[in-house]
């Protein structure tokens, strides 16, 4: 069994790092961007948002599928990557770009480029984490592997999170739409490069035990989905867990503008965030081989339950340096846990598609990894149609200063709602998911020895 070099451990979260500079500028200033600058109603966004959602239901999975059925000299995942994120990086500068034109051509116009940017994210976004499985099969190798692209990841959200104002107002020189578009450019340069660097320096080494198989169809990938339970699981831990993260992080210039009156604690929030998400990375490893996985898990639910609940009540101590400190200390006990659940559903999927083979005797990556590329996707979208609706219901107007009861919802909708999430998502564990211990550690012996069976 080939162990990964650190080359090429690295080499994968360079990938990480550059497309997640991307999500993150767009998850988390994108509505901020279209309702603040552009002027753009938040309710028109929250449906756009749900609607390309939609339209990734079929274009995730047979996304999934077209990698699956890929052969090439250089693999079935990196002529993907690489396609995709170039395409995706270009479409990245036409969405922060604001050209002069009508209102409803304005309305046309960003409703067709952020389908576009969706469609892209998905040519790339999938083949890369479907690599996983490919790259080892070895347990404790895999939760390493696992863990890699998330620090990337999360290190990438710090760097929008912190940097992303500020740098927009550098490159903007007070002009936010021309400090967002020049930002935008950068993100898809550096996009471009990570990359580069993914696709010469990581190969897939594990491909199924079974015989040779025949290319997959839609029938059988919908066959493959349906029986495959614990797919199922995952995938609806995977949902209420990105609602609750990106509802929280896309709605905090919200939070911290309107309710609290000082839009620069969101930087010191997301900071906070992205350090403890790299702290609970890092630390995931570790605490799961001395406590267990379970624990691990439920300590990834309440962490968060725990910071929402402040942000909920938005009792804040008085004086700037005590406002600071308390707001960057809610942040970090927030994104502990989502930096814990960040390690974990990465492991639990790579974990499911092992299952799938065991159970199904087939070992499809692209098509399990493109259902949970669909599901963060949802959950952005429906995060971004429960902010444009919430902002419209309770009465909320752009650059104003806002009544109490508009306020009283802002905090719902940062604290209150992300913990209904969380708690779900705890519950929901406990009582469906399955691949722990020994019934894991025989899936993953009979996937090695090819004993995969049907039922």
Not at 193 to 210: G, N
Not at 242 to 252: E, H
Not at 342 to 352: C, E, F, K, R, Y
Request: proline residues 3%; charged residues 15%; contains cysteine.
């Amino acid at each position: 069994m080939r162990k990964l070099t650190w080359t090429a451990r690295l080499s994968y979260g360079a990938g990480a790092f550059g497309k997640d500079l991307v999500y993150a500028i767009v998850a988390t200033f994108y509505m901020f961007y279209l309702t603040d600058i552009c002027k753009i109603s938040p309710i028109f966004i929250g449906n756009l948002f749900l609607a390309a959602r939609l339209f990734d239901a079929v274009n995730d999975p047979v996304m999934g599928l077209i990698v699956d059925n890929t052969r090439t000299r250089w693999g079935k995942f990196r002529p993907w990557i690489l396609l995709g994120t170039v395409l995706n990086a270009i479409v990245l500068v036409f969405l922060f770009f604001n050209p002069a034109l009508s209102t409803s051509q304005q309305l046309t116009y960003v409703a067709v480029t952020y389908l576009l940017w969706g469609v892209t994210y998905t040519l790339m976004d999938i083949p890369y984490w479907s690599m996983i499985p490919a790259l080892t099969d070895d347990a404790k190798e895999r939760d390493t592997i696992s863990v890699v692209p998330r620090i990337f990841a999360s290190a990438a959200w710090m760097v929008i999170g912190y940097f992303g104002l500020p740098l927009v107002g550098r490159f903007g020189a007070g002009d936010q739409t021309a400090g967002f578009s020049r930002l935008s450019l950068l993100i898809g340069i550096v996009f471009i490069v990570c990359s580069l660097i993914t696709f010469f320096f990581v190969h897939e080494t594990v491909v199924s035990s079974s015989p040779a198989k025949k290319r997959t169809s839609v029938r059988e990938m919908v066959q493959i989905l349906a029986r495959n339970d614990q797919v199922i699981v995952v995938l609806i831990l995977s949902l209420l867990f990105n609602l609750s993260f990106q509802l929280s992080n896309g709605f905090a210039v919200f939070y911290f503008k309107y309710a609290l009156g000082m839009q620069d604690l969101v930087s010191s929030y997301l900071l906070a965030a992205g350090l403890a998400q790299l702290a609970g990375l890092f630390g995931y490893p570790f605490l799961a081989a001395r406590f267990g996985r379970k624990s691990v898990f439920a300590a990834s639910a309440l962490f968060p339950v725990a910071g929402f609940a402040v942000l909920l009540l938005g009792i804040f101590p008085a004086g700037d340096f005590l406002l600071k400190a308390s707001v960057f200390l809610i942040g970090a006990i927030v994104n502990l846990g989502i930096g814990f659940s960040l390690g974990i559903l990465t492991v639990m999927l790579a974990d499911v598609v092992d299952y799938g083979e065991y159970k199904l005797g087939t070992r499809n990556e692209s098509i399990v990894f493109s259902t949970q590329t669909f599901v963060v996707k949802l959950a952005g979208a429906l995060s971004g149609f429960i902010t444009g609706a919430g902002l419209s219901l309770i009465g909320f107007v752009a650059d104003a200063a806002q009544g109490p009861g508009t306020i009283l919802g802002i905090r719902v909708i940062m604290g209150g709602i992300p913990i209904l999430f969380s708690l779900t998502y705890l519950g929901i564990y406990w009582r469906f998911y399955r691949l722990n211990g020994a019934f894991l550690e025989t899936v993953k012996c009979r996937c090695r020895a090819g004993e995969g069976r049907t039922e």
